[in-house]
């Protein structure tokens, strides 16, 4: 089912009609493409009414819980060992990885100060923390703004750095260096492709392992978030993800001007490995 999947993958990024693959791998079972040719006949109705839901059970279920704990355990573990004061979480979203480390560790710092752009996630978030300031910025806007006695132990971004452009986010790093002891980040080990047959393959075998985590709710999730995501992806003419592999991680942080003191693998994902990077600054 995945080969004639990824065959519509390479027809809809080369603007050609992929009904007939789509149909081959709808009939042998494949989620994906059920949820695309659905998409693709423009149910735009049915579809303002299950996105939200669809990312709601998308972000608590399927294999984002044992990510996110596994995520959650290793912060813990790193303020067990470190004991930051002053936290700073980058792009923090609602606590679903700050929230339960904190709860986890007899080490809590003392002030923990968040930056996230969504205001509706800060809402949610902001109540739940006792200490520390919350800031509706993205990350580019609040590094620029950073001025002189304002040190943090530890910053960490767990999964929000790979929404930033590339040049911009090395400009936010280099920015908050001089104002950081530490530097954790929490990234996907994306693969890499020359051609773009062999990323369509990839694209497909990872989306359809995604959205049948979710069993019974598969289609609903795939309908709803994963195929317009997968769509956007092949479609859009400005990328709106910035994913790279877990070395180029390491590569921009030291050319940001930190030094690397670990880089450990946390989760093997539907997507990619999940991975833990502890850098000095």
């Not at 493409?33 to 149910?43: K, P």
């Not at 019974?216 to 994913?243: D, H, I, K, R, W």
Request: with cysteine; proline share 6%; charged share 20%.
């Amino acid at each position: 089912m995945n080969n004639n999947l990824a065959c519509a993958l390479d027809r809809l990024a080369d603007g050609e009609n992929a009904i007939p693959p789509l149909e081959m791998a709808a009939r042998e079972g494949s989620v994906m493409a059920a949820a695309i040719l659905d998409h693709l006949a423009g149910d735009d109705e049915r579809r303002a009414y299950d996105t939200p839901h669809a990312f709601e059970i998308f972000i608590r279920a399927g294999g984002n819980p044992p990510l996110y704990e596994s995520v959650s355990t290793a912060l813990a573990r790193l303020y067990e060992r470190f004991a930051p004061r002053r936290l700073l979480d980058i792009g923090a979203g609602d606590g679903m990885a700050l929230l339960p480390a904190l709860n986890a560790t007899s080490r809590r710092p003392h002030t923990v100060d968040v930056v996230e752009p969504s205001a509706e996630l800060l809402a949610r978030l902001r109540p739940q923390l006792s200490a520390g300031t919350a800031r509706q910025q993205t990350f580019q806007a609040f590094a620029s703004r950073l001025a002189s006695g304002q040190p943090w132990d530890m910053a960490q971004a767990t999964f929000s750095l790979q929404s930033i452009p590339s040049v911009e986010r090395l400009e936010a790093l280099k920015r908050l260096r001089s104002h950081v002891t530490r530097l954790v980040v929490v990234e996907f080990d994306v693969p890499v492709f020359d051609d773009a047959r062999d990323r369509h393959a990839s694209l497909a075998r990872r989306y359809e392992q995604a959205a049948r985590e979710y069993r019974e709710q598969a289609p609903l999730v795939a309908g709803g978030f994963l195929a317009p995501m997968l769509l956007g992806q092949l479609q859009a003419t400005t990328p709106s993800n910035f994913e790279q592999p877990i070395a180029a991680w390491q590569d921009e942080i030291t050319r940001a001007g930190y030094r690397i003191a670990s880089a450990t693998h946390l989760h093997d994902y539907s997507w990619a490995p999940a991975w833990l990077i502890v850098a000095e600054a």
